[in-house]
């Protein structure tokens, strides 16, 4: 009898697991949804929750996040699923800490005519949820095949411009390797943006500090400018017949210091096409088509077919200012003196 009772006892437990493991989705299914719609600004909700106990992880479904106000028809955070679990490979480090893995996410940034209808995430303070969802210090984070999105639904024609095939890796963001240099953290993304270019951001970074220091390379290259016209007519109004676009840039932030430059060149670009613009175009339109072409052909490089400068930028966290006539001289420099490398240059070092 002793022994039956014990067996039942057991029994009993395993079922309780049981019941309790497979309610246990819905009850984390519904926490979710709850912090997701306490987002100022915004609301959000998952549709299932999937749990691995025997590795310390939970996968969220099908993530959106959607602005409130402004009736704006792209939600601003759409994810397919999102991993979240214990770095294992840290606990060999002593550390206890979290990964983070995005699949298929996609951020749309809006622009609009009043804040209302513009889309930024600006206004909200995402690391609450972030902290809410992942109780552990996230160590690694990484995105697979996303994408972002600028759109303007209110400009003439359209915008819809995207970074998509978006894949990024960070590593020891909490520092669980415990690294004794001053950027102990590192960053690799890569992308394919509409046109067909390529961009590609190297990072070291510190982001423990109050003010993170950070020393990044960023190479954004090939893109195919007529299939950014809808975005030159929108804003610059006119359009581009051929031409390609790249942008190199080096970035440091350093004890609240920033410094770095952002260097853009327009390479073969041709602006007016008479032949096919006459009849086709307004007059005023031919007109400051012409003026921009005849610019261009002013400031480029001929042996080099490109107009280019190098914007410098310095300053401390919040005011971040530009030297124009530097950037001025650099265009004349490119045009008339020594063209500018297709390259990052190389030439910020953080210990300098």
């Given at each position: 009898?002793?022994k ?12 309780l ?9 819905y009850?984390?299914?519904k926490?979710?949804?709850k ?6 600004g915004y ?23 959607e ?8 939600p601003f955070?759409?994810?397919?699923r ?10 060999f ?8 893995i ?9 622009a609009?005519?009043?804040?209302e ?27 697979q095949?996303?994408k972002?999105a600028y ?21 020891n ?11 102990p953290?590192?960053l690799k ?8 270019g ?7 970074m ?17 893109v195919?400018?007529p ?7 929108a ?20 004890d ?11 390479i ?6 008479l ?11 031919i ?10 052909e ?23 200012t530009?030297?124009?006539w ?8 490119n ?18």
């Amino acid at each position: 009898m002793h022994k039956n009772k014990k067996w039942a006892f057991f029994l009993g437990f395993i079922v309780l697991l049981v019941v309790a493991r497979l309610l246990l989705p819905y009850f984390v299914t519904k926490y979710v949804n709850k912090v997701l719609a306490d987002i100022d600004g915004y609301t959000g909700s998952i549709e299932d929750v999937d749990i691995s106990l025997w590795r310390g992880a939970y996968s969220i479904d099908k993530l959106k996040i959607e602005k409130i106000e402004g009736d704006i028809p792209a939600p601003f955070l759409d994810i397919e699923r999102i991993d979240l679990s214990v770095e294992w490979s840290a606990l060999f480090d002593g550390a206890i800490v979290g990964e983070i893995i995005l699949i298929y996410p996609e951020l749309n940034f809006v622009a609009g005519p009043t804040a209302e209808e513009s889309q930024t995430g600006a206004e909200a303070d995402w690391t609450e949820p972030i902290k809410e969802l992942m109780p552990l210090q996230i160590n690694r984070f990484e995105i697979q095949r996303g994408k972002i999105a600028y759109m303007d639904f209110h400009s003439e024609p359209q915008v819809d411009i995207s970074i998509d095939s978006l894949n990024a890796v960070a590593l020891n963001l909490n520092n669980a390797t415990d690294d004794k240099e001053k950027l102990p953290s590192d960053l690799k993304l890569t992308g394919t943006s509409i046109g067909g270019g390529q961009l590609l951001v190297e990072a070291d970074m510190n982001l423990l500090k109050e003010i993170p220091d950070f020393d990044v390379d960023l190479e954004f290259t090939g893109v195919n400018l007529p299939d950014l016209n809808d975005f030159i007519k929108a804003y610059g109004k006119f359009d581009v017949e051929r031409g390609t676009f790249e942008l190199y840039s080096e970035i440091i932030l350093n004890d609240g210091s920033f410094e770095g430059y952002v260097k853009p060149l327009l390479i073969d670009m041709k602006v007016l096409n008479l032949k096919e613009d006459v009849g086709e175009e307004s007059i005023f339109r031919i007109v400051w088509e012409g003026i921009v072409e005849v610019g261009s052909e002013i400031f480029e490089n001929h042996p080099k077919d490109q107009v280019a400068t190098r914007v410098p930028l310095e300053g401390e966290v919040g005011n971040v200012t530009t030297d124009l006539w530097t950037t001025i001289f650099t265009v004349l420099k490119n045009a008339y003196i020594e063209a500018l490398t297709k390259e990052v240059d190389n030439t910020l070092n953080m210990e300098e």
